[in-house]
């Protein structure tokens, strides 16, 4: 049994090249976010590096995408800080252990959720909450770094409290914080809209150009580290910098939570689990595509649990694939997870020696890079087609973000959740039904009230699009009886099932009843186009006893038989 990753038995020379480059512009990229992250995540800078080592690797053995770089993300971070922070005070032993072990258990859940193959879980979260989710997220990360970019200390438990709270502190702002936050923040969003064209129009190929624009948060951080040092700010201005770094690689330990621990952090871990495999599973299938290549979710449950487990043996925080990241890897020529490799070797080299560099690093730019980053997360265009589309979605959007924004991140999904599964009852409680006649000299049978048919006197066809169960059952049972009120000349009912894939207990009870109600009254109840396995089911009951030789395999034959009896 080979051992080795399929990218890599198969590897060519000729993607060396990519893979290499790819590396290193990732590590530029990857350096800034990983100290923005933990300080979001409420971690010393040093965990956000940890994370950004063995993870990698481990995804690289076991995930399933080609250029997905997994680490620190935002949305995880934050939602690793809302887990916490109730339970340690940021920053503290406790809460790095905590952090340590959440990211053991959503490592456990993955790799359990990809034993079984519940991959299919994917598709659990429906795209309007997500993007409520990571919409309302965006704000609330947004509106809590503030503090950092004015210099000032505010506690807020959630928007409106740290809104109150910033408007409070204001008189306290940090001049110099203020100014080299307000700098980085400014730089940085004309750097995103305007450097790479800018770069272009002076001679940079349009390729380049775009991943030094996406490079620029680096460029600040270089920049404001090198002007608090020179002016030692810290110390005369009041600019609070990131300080010591501890310098050496992580030691390899394992932190198993008890079961009072497991019973506050499972369903945190949870969501974690859900929303970044959800993302994860996003970002790769929408740059596989660009390449012809295909994502296996399973594998993907796989890779990201080992890279989960991986972050808490090193001294991590919960990881998942970034966006930003991935599309930089891509764009840079990555062909195989060997770049994610070479990036972790070089996080390595940074972490060994060179983490002094970050003393002077003040946090008012680390909170430019994360409000920077998370405002392109604001989704917009969703929430405007959605509402033009379907009111339902979009109001489930809605709903999503408010409650991330009112609630906090548990509250605000499991709101997204439950209104998303109470419009698809709702939706499925109110299914579509024609009236269906034949369209003239064709075989073909469509709704009375949109197309000149013709119809079979006495005959009523009914189409009901949607499969039958306990919530719609009734539904149906009342329509048919006000169809039969609104013409008494009907003789025969005709349930067209071509859209019902089920029909569960309590719908059985209904249509069984109901056939008994019509043939009481003379009327002749019929089923056309019953698919197999509904059929297989219906044969051995009452309903299926009393239907034997009125079900018919089409609409067509149906009408023939109501023409024939008719006659």
């Given at each position: 049994m080979n051992l080795l990753p399929a990218w890599l038995r198969s590897y060519r020379p000729a993607w060396l090249a990519g893979d290499l480059t790819a590396g290193v512009i990732v590590t530029v990229m990857l350096i800034p976010q990983s100290l923005a992250y933990a300080l979001l995540a409420g971690l010393p800078p040093e965990v956000g590096l940890y994370a950004s080592i063995l993870p990698i690797v481990a995804y690289a053995l076991l995930g399933s995408s080609m250029t997905l770089a997994v680490g620190p993300v935002a949305v995880a971070s934050l939602m690793t800080a809302s887990a916490l922070q109730p339970l340690a005070a940021a920053g503290s032993a406790e809460y790095v252990t905590l952090a340590i072990q959440l990211s053991l258990i959503s490592g456990v859940m993955l790799l359990a959720f990809g034993a079984l193959r519940l991959g299919f879980l994917a598709h659990f979260l429906s795209h309007p909450v997500i993007s409520g989710f990571i919409t309302g997220s965006a704000v609330l990360i947004a509106v809590g770094q503030l503090k950092y970019i004015l210099g000032v200390k505010v506690a807020g438990s959630d928007v409106l409290e740290t809104l109150v709270g910033l408007a409070k502190a204001l008189p306290q702002t940090t001049p110099v914080t203020l100014a080299i936050g307000g700098a980085s923040l400014l730089f940085l969003l004309l750097a995103r809209r305007y450097l790479a064209p800018l770069l272009t129009r002076l001679g940079v190929p349009a390729k380049a150009a775009d991943l030094m624009a996406k490079l620029a948060p680096m460029a600040a951080v270089i920049v404001s580290t090198a002007v608090v040092w020179l002016f030692k700010l810290n110390e005369t201005a009041g600019v609070s910098v990131v300080g010591s770094v501890p310098q050496g690689l992580p030691q390899l330990t394992l932190a198993l939570p008890g079961v009072s621990t497991l019973g506050q952090l499972w369903l945190p871990a949870l969501l974690i689990t859900l929303i970044g495999f959800v993302e994860s599973v996003s970002v790769a299938q929408s740059l596989a595509l660009k390449r012809q290549q295909r994502i296996q979710p399973n594998r993907e449950l796989l890779g990201l649990g080992a890279a989960n487990v991986a972050s808490a043996l090193s001294g991590g925080y919960p990881v998942t694939g970034g966006f930003a990241r991935s599309v930089v890897n891509f764009a840079a020529g990555a062909h195989t997870p060997l770049a994610g490799v070479i990036s972790a070797a070089l996080m390595a080299l940074v972490i060994a020696a060179l983490t002094g560099l970050f003393y002077y690093l003040p946090y008012a730019v680390l909170a430019a890079t994360i409000i920077v980053a998370v405002t392109s997360l604001i989704?917009?265009?969703?929430?405007?087609?959605?509402?033009?589309?379907?009111?339902?979605?979009?109001?489930?959007?809605?709903?999503?973000?408010?409650?991330?924004?009112?609630?906090?991140?548990?509250?605000?999904?499991?709101?997204?959740?439950?209104?998303?599964?109470?419009?698809?009852?709702?939706?499925?409680?109110?299914?579509?039904?024609?009236?269906?006649?034949?369209?003239?000299?064709?075989?073909?049978?469509?709704?009375?009230?949109?197309?000149?048919?013709?119809?079979?006197?006495?005959?009523?066809?009914?189409?009901?699009?949607?499969?039958?169960?306990?919530?719609?059952?009734?539904?149906?049972?009342?329509?048919?009886?006000?169809?039969?009120?609104?013409?008494?000349?009907?003789?025969?009912?005709?349930?067209?099932?071509?859209?019902?894939?089920?029909?569960?207990?309590?719908?059985?009870?209904?249509?069984?009843?109901l056939e008994r109600s019509l043939a009481s009254r003379g009327i002749e109840f019929t089923l056309a186009e019953v698919k197999g396995p509904v059929m297989d089911r219906l044969r051995s009951t009452e309903l299926g006893q009393r239907l034997q030789g009125k079900v018919f395999l089409s609409v067509h034959e149906a009408f023939e038989h109501a023409v024939q009896v008719g006659n």
């Open positions: 989704d917009l265009k969703t929430l405007k087609e959605a509402w033009h589309y379907d009111r339902a979605d979009a109001l489930s959007l809605l709903a999503t973000a408010m409650g991330v924004v009112a609630l906090g991140v548990e509250a605000g999904i499991l709101m997204g959740v439950a209104l998303s599964l109470a419009a698809l009852v709702w939706r499925s409680s109110h299914p579509h039904m024609a009236v269906v006649g034949r369209v003239p000299g064709t075989e073909h049978f469509r709704n009375v009230e949109r197309h000149a048919v013709q119809t079979v006197p006495g005959l009523l066809a009914l189409r009901v699009d949607e499969s039958l169960f306990f919530a719609n059952a009734t539904v149906l049972e009342d329509r048919v009886e006000a169809l039969l009120a609104h013409d008494p000349s009907v003789r025969r009912v005709l349930l067209i099932c071509s859209a019902v894939n089920q029909i569960d207990a309590t719908a059985l009870g209904v249509l069984t009843q």
